[in-house]
């Protein structure tokens, strides 16, 4: 038998004693033979380790699925509201670019197109309203336009108006490129973003909203059929439904079109309060779907921008909602219909007011009713010197803005040791208005002189050495950039507030037979309102009851006294124990008074509330809708309540 050995491998066959054949003893194998070991049992921890494992994997993916999606919803959300029908897509070629870090201005339009008459007529703009967002003032300013202004009426293209009429019929005429071309005519105002709002989607909002809280001055009643829009609201702070809202805005059957937009403004706040403070994260996709789908917006702006109007929008403080009225108006009988004229100064102060708010107005206003002195910190242009660099790289920017600030009292210092007014870099787009790091005045004249020179950012002086070296030691360094067009803002020359009598009568006995009947009937006390406002009287009008009892929230009561003045406006007091409502939270002053803890709520300079909190309820002193009696009126009417039982 023949076989092949072959290093070691194999083996033969040979002869044993018994004659068979047998192998030899097989030699060591090249391959090596593993038996896997028996796996230990998993303990209970084991298991666990291994399953949360898996769920984090999952969540993980679940998650960025979730976010994947919901950024690709986001963006759709915001295409859809970009222009898109052929009026608005022509309206848009209109409208001005808003600068980087500058105020945006966007023109509101609520389009009352609905079935009918009015859609066969054209349609009209009830709601003119121009709103400015202005991130170095942190301000957001509101001017309404009223509907029924007389104006000139022009189309885009249209070198002369159409006629003069009423402001609404440009919408009806050329659709909202026509409303957008005649409020800039009219006002001068660049407007940045064209704003639609359907009627039906303005209910649709507040609906997916769960309504909105808003403050009802007084009864509200048109019976279906009469004519007008039927109408049926009681008096005091409610949550409304959309259609209610809308009709609450859109009433003007006994007043006029400046209690119209007092209306709107109110709506406006309400909404940003409860928005801001109050929204729930899981209406979110119901009420951009509602936004979506009524909404449609004319101009450039992305996802980035929405979402930093957004969080803009939510971080304002309290009281810096300015509202802004075309104040000097006069009726006129056009063709059988009450319109309104105004002078053009008078629209142009409205104007200079709304493009140049001053929050500083609000704390002048509320010590000078207090009787406080407000000490200024800011230094008198005579004490505050200045030097001035050119950063934009146009020859002659520095020395001319020295010379204009210098005509303002300012004290110019040019740079040492006879070097040119250049910064260091040649490239700044926004002013820049630096102060001594540490030092108190320079922050002040700092900021007082920024409002010359907007748009203009406010900074400590960086430790640059290139740049420092221009510096002679000035209180204030300034670098130009290139928004600076050789002239210096126009500022409202906005005077100190004094004191004012307030205009007030003592007379418990009117409102006692008002809140005995309902002493037991509200699980907290009352308060009795000894001071009323000398021309003002319980609002009985038309059977209407002066007293209201009623639930404002779930287990929670409220009263509302109606007190309407000489001038058929109307001003309340609500007493309740709902205590965390939201037209509480954005307080503007918290002031002890008479041992008493007073809210102060205010809306520009004006008081539009002060909240008495004690005992587990709240009392409310209400301003009318236009915020017409006085700071001093509002604080002596609080102060005059007493407990109910001591005052009879």
């Known amino acids: 038998m023949r076989t092949t050995l072959k290093r070691g491998v194999g083996r033969g066959a040979g002869a044993a004693h018994n004659g068979h054949a047998i192998f030899p003893p ?14 230990a049992p998993r303990t209970p921890l ?3 380790r291994r399953l949360g494992g898996s769920l984090l994997v999952l969540l993980s993916a679940v998650g960025l699925g979730a976010a994947g999606g919901a950024y690709l919803w986001f963006h759709q959300s915001v295409d859809a509201v970009r222009a898109h029908t052929p009026a608005m897509k022509i309206a848009e070629r209109q409208l001005d670019v808003t600068p980087p870090g500058q105020a945006a201005v966007a023109l509101l339009l609520g389009d009352n197109q609905r079935a009918g008459i009015e859609r066969s007529a054209g349609g009209r703009s009830d709601t003119i309203m121009l709103v400015r967002a ?6 957001i300013s509101l001017l309404s336009i009223p509907r029924d202004l007389r104006v ?10 159409l006629e003069t009429t009423r402001v609404d019929y440009a919408f009806a005429f050329c659709g909202p ?29 507040v609906n997916d909203l769960g309504g909105i809280w808003l403050d009802i001055d007084r009864r509200y009643y048109n019976p279906p059929g009469d004519g007008y829009a039927s109408i049926d609201l009681q008096p005091g702070y409610q949550r409304l439904t959309g259609g209610s809202a809308l009709d609450f805005v859109r009433f003007r059957h006994t007043d006029n079109d400046f209690f119209r937009q007092a209306r709107e403004q109110e709506f406006l706040r309400s909404l940003k309060s409860q928005v801001g403070a109050h929204f729930d994260p899981l209406q979110l ?32 403080k309290p009281g810096h909602i300015l509202q802004n009225y075309v104040a000097d108006t006069s009726s006129v009988v056009v063709g059988g219909a009450d319109e309104l004229s105004a002078p053009q100064s008078a629209i142009q102060q409205a104007v200079s007011q709304f493009e140049n708010p001053d929050v500083s107005e609000q704390k002048a206003a509320n010590a000078a009713a207090l009787g406080e002195r407000i000490t200024s910190k800011t230094p008198a242009p005579q004490r505050t010197s200045i030097t001035v660099l050119n950063g934009n790289g146009v020859p002659g920017a520095a020395a001319s803005a020295s010379y204009l600030l210098g005509q303002d009292h300012y004290v110019i210092l040019q740079p040492p040791h006879g070097l040119e007014p250049n910064a260091p870099v040649q490239d700044y787009f926004h002013t820049m208005v630096y102060f001594r790091p ?51 803002s126009v500022t409202t020359q906005s005077t100190a507030p004094t004191r004012q009598p307030p205009v007030v009568r003592y007379e418990p006995a009117t409102s006692v037979p008002l809140l005995q009947p309902l002493t037991k009937k509200v699980p907290f006390k009352l308060e009795l309102p000894t001071v009323l406002e ?49 037209i509480l939270a954005d307080r503007s002053f918290e002031h002890t008074i008479g041992g008493r803890s007073f809210s102060l709520y205010y809306s520009g300079s004006h008081l539009h509330m002060a909240v008495l909190n004690t005992s587990g309820a709240s009392y409310w002193v209400v301003n009318t809708l236009r915020d017409s009696l006085s700071n001093e009126t509002m604080l002596a009417i609080a102060k005059g309540l007493e407990p109910l039982q001591a005052a009879a």
């Open 26 to 39: 097989a030699p060591s194998s090249a391959v090596a033979y593993f038996q896997q070991p028996s796996r």
């Open 46 to 48: 084991a298991v666990a």
């Open 134 to 139: 202005d991130p170095a003032t942190g301000t």
């Open 152 to 161: 000139p009426v022009y189309c885009p293209r249209s070198p002369s108006p």
């Open 177 to 205: 490129a026509g409303s957008l071309d005649t409020i800039r005519h009219l006002t001068g105002v660049p407007i940045n973003y064209l704003i639609t709002v359907e009627y039906h989607g303005f209910k649709e909002i």
């Open 285 to 316: 996709p119901q009420f951009v779907s509602a936004i979506t789908h009524n909404v449609e917006v004319g101009g450039k702006f992305d996802g980035g921008t929405v979402l930093r109007y957004a969080l803009f929008a939510a971080t304002l």
């Open 438 to 488: 540490g030092d108190v005045n320079s922050k002040a004249a700092a900021a007082a002189l920024q409002k010359l020179l907007e748009p203009a950012d406010v900074k400590p002086l960086p430790l640059d050495n290139s740049l420092r070296s221009l510096d002679p030691g000035s209180m204030i360094l300034v670098v130009l950039g290139t928004t600076f067009h050789d002239a210096l």
């Open 534 to 582: 000398q021309n003002s009287s319980p609002d009985t009008c038309c059977g209407d009851v002066a007293a209201r009892l009623y639930w404002i929230a779930k287990g929670k009561k409220a009263i509302r006294l109606v007190y309407r003045t000489a001038g058929n406006e109307y001003w309340g007091i609500e007493e309740t124990n709902f205590t965390q409502a939201p």
